[in-house]
């Protein structure tokens, strides 16, 4: 039992204590709250950057780096970094930090532009900026495409922040007195604004880009016509004087004014970016469709002074089209001058007439050879061409297309290019031919013979007259003596002192007697009826037979 | 010879004293002249190295973000302590901007540095290499941090502005003034205290 012998109480096995080189003390949450922190705010700001784009403006003028701001709606959405010159040194490039939440500036047609103080015909704008400096105005684009690289616009542009409305585009031969920002008015008000113009690829048209504002783009029809309302309209035409203007900002900076006409069936809101034509004046603007023009020469042996381009021309007294030149040609054969007048008509303008032709003779209105046919009977039949006095004050002369069948007639060739139509002499002319027959015909008079004649009349008649002075008048003397002597006598009798004047005033006054006595008689015989028959009662008292007072 | 690594002397009056271990809130004063001999430092090497790279980061901070930003109706401006030298240099002045430079962004940089790369061999009870030269350093650069005086100006230039402009202090600022706090704490005299625990 040995075992039993040793034995002792167990001796814990010696534990190994190791000591960490390195105890982490709670002190390093410190550092680690500071790099937390740290990085926090680097990945915040790392998050809030947006994307870096360069803008191209043409002078760096109020920009400047680090201070200059990107604004939309007055809200900073970046802030430019730095302002270099270009390698080109023909522009400046302006590096701009967006945000992150103006991401979309990104997009390839968002537009960028300096906004400072600034006077223009449309106000005064960006007062503000005097105190804070320029700041770069922006216009996030809809594209879905972004772009690194932008140009700057020089000028702000005058519809931003998707402003709701709609923009149209005119086309017009030439911009007049319009510009950005011109209005464009509707009944004189004004709903929106001239936004952009160019020139047409070709160069022989402008398109003047417009927009209108949101209630009232629905005014905008199909059927609506745009004239420029620019400046005080003067005109002196063949239907005399006319002088129109719109609102005064339109006479200082341009307008252009749209109306629908009055009539206007099925009409409906146009669509945006439609084109319409932009018309010189309101009067032209609101006449019905021109139609097809067709271009006619007429060819006058007279001088023309007093007929311009752009004069009416009248198809029976109705206007169907206008002047459009006026050259004077030389003539080979007759060694004169005649003048050639190229004047354009709407047929369509005729209306009812137009349509009703048409149908009648089964014209088709694009074929030139199908109106020249058309024409060449018209001419059969008498028509011809005349340049007429509109206007005796100003001396215009318009042409008039009238039937004259007494007209001579004349060869019309159907195959020529450009259509003639016969002429005849204007109505001046006309005028001057009349007075010219006139004074020929009282030239023709026999004038002397009737002076002749009237000489022996007259003659004739002095010597009657001699013979009335001496047979008649002598005797009328007589006649009238003996009238003179009968006046008298008549006179006497009627004096107050004669006879018969006395015994007629004696008869008056017995006649006065006998018809008292009996109106006594009359009385009494009322009162006593019986008289009649038996007499006069002798107990009768006198007063009886006095007249009574009834 | 006496052992001298045991011995202290009075800095203001040249007394020697035998070093003494103190206890939390205790400290020694010299008996001749009153001044303070020793502080209990209750810093452990560890601490002490978290918190200096704690101020490396603040540092980092207070440089890199703006101080302050101001604004005046619209323009606005902000700067860092590194704009606030270049504002400086442009001017006549640009001597001036060199001590900015110094005194409150390299001399504190120098610090941080030497004493993460000191406090980082120390943890290991090594001394460094370089030991001898950045400990002289460090006692050397103390006098030209002066991150405080930055502080305080800064501080003062806000509340002078606010009246007349907005004044917004920014991340840079409170940086700024932790680390100025910080540095207080861990690029102290007690940092000598290294030549008696690496010998």
Not at chain 1, 246 to 257: D, F, P, Q, R, T
């Amino acid at each position: 039992m040995k075992s039993a012998v040793t034995e002792e109480p167990p001796v814990p096995a010696p534990k190994t204590v190791k000591t960490r080189r390195f105890s982490i003390s709670m002190v390093w949450i410190v550092p680690i709250v500071a790099v937390l922190v740290g990085i926090s705010l680097v990945v915040h700001n790392w998050l809030q950057q947006g994307p870096t784009i360069q803008i191209t403006f043409k002078t760096g003028q109020g920009l400047t780096a680090n201070k200059t701001e990107v604004k939309y709606r007055n809200v900073v959405i970046g802030h430019v970094t730095t302002v270099d010159l270009s390698p080109d040194q023909k522009s400046v490039t302006a590096t701009v930090k967006l945000s992150k939440q103006a991401e979309n500036f990104a997009a390839e047609d968002s537009s960028f532009w300096v906004v400072s103080a600034r006077i223009g015909a449309g106000g005064i704008s960006g007062i503000d900026t005097l105190l804070s400096g320029d700041f770069i105005g922006a216009d996030a684009g809809q594209s879905k495409k972004r772009a690194k690289v932008f140009t700057g616009l020089e000028t702000p542009p005058p519809i931003t922040y998707g402003e709701p409305g709609r923009r149209f585009t005119l086309h017009t031969t030439d911009l007049g007195s319009l510009g950005v920002g011109s209005s464009v008015s509707y009944r004189k008000i004004s709903v929106g604004q001239v936004v952009s113009y160019q020139l047409a690829k070709d160069g022989k048209s402008v398109d003047i880009e417009i927009f209108v504002h949101a209630p009232y783009d629905a005014f905008i029809t199909d059927n609506t016509r745009f004239w420029n309302a620019s400046g005080v309209d003067i005109e002196a035409g063949a239907n005399g004087f006319a002088v129109r203007t719109e609102s005064l900002s339109s006479l200082l900076v341009g307008g252009i004014a749209f109306r629908a006409p009055q009539y206007n069936p099925n009409d409906q809101a146009a669509a945006e970016d439609k084109v319409f034509e932009l018309f010189d004046d309101e009067q032209s603007a609101l006449a019905p469709p021109k139609g097809r023009a067709q271009y006619l020469v007429l060819r006058f042996e007279q001088a023309l002074r007093g007929l311009k381009t752009g004069a009416p021309v009248e198809f029976l007294g109705v206007e169907i089209g206008q002047v459009v030149s006026v050259n004077l040609d030389f003539d080979a054969a007759t060694r004169s001058f005649p003048v050639n007048v190229g004047i354009v008509i709407y047929p369509q303008r005729l209306g009812q007439a137009h349509t009703k032709m048409l149908k009648e003779l089964r014209h088709d209105p694009d074929d030139e050879r199908n109106a020249a046919e058309l024409l060449g009977t018209f001419i059969d039949h008498g028509l011809r061409a005349q340049a007429r006095s509109g206007n005796l004050l100003t001396g215009q002369l318009y042409i008039a297309l009238d039937f004259d069948p007494k007209a001579p007639k004349v060869v019309f060739d159907p195959t020529a290019r450009p259509i003639t139509i016969p002429t005849i002499p204007g109505s001046l002319e006309q005028l001057q031919e009349q007075f010219q027959a006139m004074v020929e015909k009282i030239n023709r008079l026999p004038i002397e013979r009737i002076a002749n004649n009237l000489d022996a009349n007259l003659v004739e008649l002095h010597s009657s007259l001699k013979q009335f002075n001496k047979n008649t008048l002598p005797g009328v003397q007589g006649t009238l003596l003996e009238v003179s002597k009968t006046l008298q006598s008549a006179n006497s009798t009627l004096a107050d002192d004669s006879p018969q004047r006395e015994q007629l005033t004696q008869t008056l006054d017995e006649l006065g007697r006998m018809s008292r006595s009996l109106r006594e008689l009359a009385d009494y015989l009322g009162r006593n009826p019986e008289s009649l028959l038996r007499g006069r009662p002798k107990d009768a008292p006198a007063d009886a037979l006095k007249p009574s007072r009834n | 010879m006496l052992d001298t690594d045991q011995l202290i002397i009075c800095e203001h009056c040249d007394c020697v004293y035998h070093k003494v271990p103190l206890k939390k809130h205790q400290k020694a004063l010299c008996q001749r002249c009153g001044a303070v001999l020793q502080r209990y430092n209750g810093m452990t090497l560890q601490q002490r190295l978290a918190l200096s790279i704690t101020a490396g980061v603040l540092w980092l901070m207070a440089n890199f973000y703006p101080v302050m930003s101001i604004s005046l109706k619209g323009l606005s401006n902000s700067a860092t302590l590194w704009d606030s030298v270049l504002a400086l240099a442009d001017g006549p002045i640009t001597f001036i901007a060199l001590v900015a430079a110094i005194s409150i962004i390299i001399a504190p940089m120098f610090q941080l540095a030497i004493l993460i790369w000191v406090l980082g061999f120390a943890l290991a009870s090594k001394r460094s290499p370089g030991f001898i030269t950045f400990m002289r350093w460090l006692e050397s650069l103390r006098p030209w941090s002066m991150l405080e005086v930055c502080l305080l100006g800064a501080m003062v230039a806000v509340f002078k502005l606010a009246g007349l402009l907005d004044v917004l202090p920014g991340i840079g600022l409170f940086a700024l003034a932790i680390l100025s706090l910080l540095m207080i704490r861990i690029a102290g005299r007690d940092i000598r205290e290294l030549w008696d625990a690496l010998p």
